[in-house]
């Protein structure tokens, strides 16, 4: 399981992440991804994944969670990433999409920066 944590936000229920941080804006080489299955699939995931959370935030189908301190994400024991100001999609184990944001940031552009990476990602092997 992916662990996500924050000074108001704790996540112990987490299948899949993706974590597009502020500078991703500019370069979206900083996107990272994250996922237990760890297959040649997972490309897919998280294209299905930034693809349903664009739709559905811009649908007001998703809760999003303010941050307001910085989020630690332990993807391993070994691999942990510290983020100051991101935005966080996750999947539970139920299968349910979040969005955890880091106050002041444009929420829809960090979506759809999110998503064209993952497209892209997908349609190099094609």
């Not at 996107?31 to 998280?46: P, Y």
């Not at 739709?55 to 994400?73: G, H, K, M, R, S």
């Not at 184990?93 to 920066?113: C, D, R, S």
Request: aromatic share 8%; charged share 25%.
């Amino acid at each position: 399981m992916i662990k996500i944590r924050s000074e108001s936000v704790v996540r112990d229920d987490c299948v899949s992440v993706i974590v597009v941080p502020e500078k991703a804006l500019v370069e979206a080489g900083y996107i990272q991804t994250a996922t237990g299955s760890r297959d040649a699939s997972s490309k897919h995931e998280f294209q299905a994944m930034a693809q349903v959370a664009y739709f559905q935030y811009q649908d007001d189908e998703i809760p999003v969670t303010p941050l307001n301190a910085a989020v630690e994400i332990a993807v391993s024991e070994n691999d942990q990433w510290l983020y100051e100001a991101a935005l966080v999609v996750y999947r539970d184990t139920q299968g349910a999409f979040q969005i955890l944001v880091h106050e002041g940031l444009p929420v829809k552009k960090l979506l759809e920066t999110a998503h064209r990476f993952c497209t892209r990602w997908v349609r190099l092997d094609i």
